[in-house]
């Protein structure tokens, strides 16, 4: 099949999309590589704008997607980061989740953490535990970044991303919807996370940023930790975010 | 304190160890950043031959270690690959474990593990969960090369590591001291990893490269699985060991 070539429009939005401006500007994302691309296409294909990729790029594929285009590899290395790109690039319009009642039994929230990495493996872990809602707070990387998504797999396209100020609001905004506990995962004191009490009872966990921990805490919130014998701080906040979301597994399977 | 300037016989081991050979020729490693050289003193002092810092570097310290050298900003960037050089960086002897008891209730095996990101990522949960014995089978990365320690944090300096040719005399190794029962971490199907009797009774647990698994399943071993409701397979392999080892902290902190 004889795909159209990607035309200039399309590449000044595919090129804008590299900053936080251009994206609010156009309310678009960029989205690479094969899986990243699969998910969008699987769980967000309405809002899927076009697909640039090389002949390499949509070999992966069985099927040409719907609004594909052609790019040419030297182009596409141009505009993009990737060192190892897959050949395959989508532009799709960023989801909004404004509001509505939240889904699952607790809501993870991300409080001003600043490394794309990571926020793109916890959304990943969260999705592969069945996770919806993962809220956020301002002073957190943009998760529609391109590393953001690469890391992420492109999961974000399957939770409910929403941003807060500061996570007073967030944490507000959840009990209005009966999310009315808090756990703050902290790094040297806390009830043991393998034995707290309603973790995640209709309640909000709170991961904070490496360096800094969480901004606050809230009125009512409790501190859980995640006990570590060695005595020696470790856990980075994807491995702490882990260890949590695999512990509401645990709870919900063995009891 | 005026220290004395590094020596060019030094400069050259510590240009000679950024590569395998070279690190295989003198039975030394490098050890960079302020929280690795700090692990190296307090876990392996005997083991260094001498510290390289600028004034920078230094700063973080008390006390000047002993044979510490004066290193230029510049000798320094040119010798290493770090992008934000913490200004110090010690050369030590690789410690080796040839043989005796295995410490602790289980061995941690990785197979064939060869980003040396996810290396010392384990290396350094392993240390935090109070492990000891960590065995990789040859095709791994060097545990001792630079990105290792960095990740690692030097947490190599306070395990007992010991490579085998392939994953058959590991677990032979391991029966040898009774370590008798193996359990493979696999993505796919197995007992569920918040279950399995005996998981870190006298055991080794397997984990093995994210692209490739284990090379193979030695006779009697059983597959454990990190349960993921949903359907989507995301952990790599250092979140996959995080979880299997604090599901150990949790079995003896709440049993």
């Known amino acids: 099949m004889q795909l159209p070539e990607i035309s200039k429009k399309e590449l000044a939005l595919l090129r804008s ?18 899986r990243a691309v699969r998910e ?24 040409i997607p719907e609004k594909s285009r052609n790019i040419s590899e030297e182009t596409l290395a141009d505009i993009t980061e990737t060192v190892n790109s897959q050949g395959i690039v989508a532009v799709a319009e960023t989801p909004d989740f404004a509001a509505g009642t939240p889904a699952g039994p607790f809501i ?16 990943r872990t969260f999705r592969a535990i ?26 974000q396209f399957s939770l409910r991303l929403r941003r807060f100020e500061n996570l007073e ?12 506990q808090t756990f703050i995962a902290d790094p040297h004191d806390g009830e043991s996370c393998f034995t707290a009490p309603g973790l995640f009872d209709k309640s909000v966990i ?27 701080e470790s856990l980075n906040a994807a491995q702490a975010a882990t260890v949590l979301l695999l512990e509401h597994v645990r709870r919900t399977t063995t009891n």
Not at 109 to 123: C, K, M, R, V
Not at 132 to 154: F, H
Not at 169 to 180: C, P, R
Request: charged residues 20%; proline residues 6%.
């Open 17 to 34: 999309l590299s900053t936080r401006g251009g994206r609010k500007h156009s309310g678009c994302c960029r989205c690479e590589g094969v």
């Open 206 to 232: 709170v991961i904070g940023s490496e360096a800094n921990g969480v901004t606050c805490h809230p009125a009512g919130s409790r501190n859980v930790i995640i006990p570590m014998p060695g005595d020696y």
């Open 40 to 63: 969008l296409l699987d769980k967000a294909p309405g809002s899927v704008k076009f697909i640039a990729g090389t002949p390499r790029g949509f070999e992966a594929f069985k099927e």
């Open 169 to 180: 609001e967030l944490v507000s905004a959840a009990a209005d919807f009966g999310f009315k």
């Open 130 to 155: 069945g996770g919806a809602e993962l809220w956020y707070t301002k002073g957190s990387v943009d998760p529609w970044c391109d590393k953001a998504i690469r890391s992420g797999l492109g999961a």
């Open 108 to 123: 993870l929230a991300l409080d001003q953490l600043n490394d794309p990495g990571n926020f793109g493996t916890i959304a």
